[in-house]
């Protein structure tokens, strides 16, 4: 039944969550794609009775929801789930999609970009986020210009990585696992440095090593 491939589905991601395989966040949008399926299709309803219609309606109802980004990552999420299925002997055949269940093409995609608008930002612009920001924001956001680094990044930069005096940040991509080495710039020293210096105490185990803390200290 849908409910017990949904779950089945959940209970292994969860898995990988618990062995550090898996970010909190992804956890959340797979569990909201599984709740998504259980409405649309029914808990009780036999996987191997969906056919293309269903799958078509499942798609238009996403494409009301969300935008062409979002309804492609969603489309994507799903297939996962039954592909999951299939792989582990939940299912005993591949699901038949259907000719509509793909996610908008390039051009819809490209269409969607353009109607949004630039999200450049100008120096002006980010000088004067700089110049009002906290401190603790003020140092992320000196890592975002100067490393690239996004907000998962900054949430788990632990200060082994940082070195000081010779003005370099040795960390890994999160997801990835891929090395990555960045000089630091001088401001962006000095903005992590008052960071630590002003940050709470650490009131969490995992936030101890952390560069950055809630006010909570989490």
Known sequence: MVADLCNGFLTAKTRKLDAGELSVSTLAEYR??????VAQFKKDRLVNNLASDDFAALRANIAKRWGPVRSGNE????????????DNGLIDRPVRFGSEFKKPSKAVLRKC????????MEADELRRLLDSASVQVKA?????LNCG???????????????FESGWVDYPRVKTGIERRCPLWPETVAAIRAAIAE??????????GLVFKTARGR
């Open 113 to 120: 970009k353009a109607a949004s608008g630039g999200n450049m």
């Open 149 to 163: 680094f996004g907000l998962t990044d900054c949430a788990k930069l632990p200060q082994s990585a940082l070195n």
């Open 140 to 144: 992320m956001l000196l890592m975002g």
């Open 32 to 37: 909201h794609t599984t709740d998504w399926i």
């Open 199 to 208: 940050r709470p105490e650490p009131r969490q185990d995992g936030a101890t």
């Open 75 to 86: 489309i994507t999420r799903v297939k996962s789930v039954f592909k999951f299925g299939l």
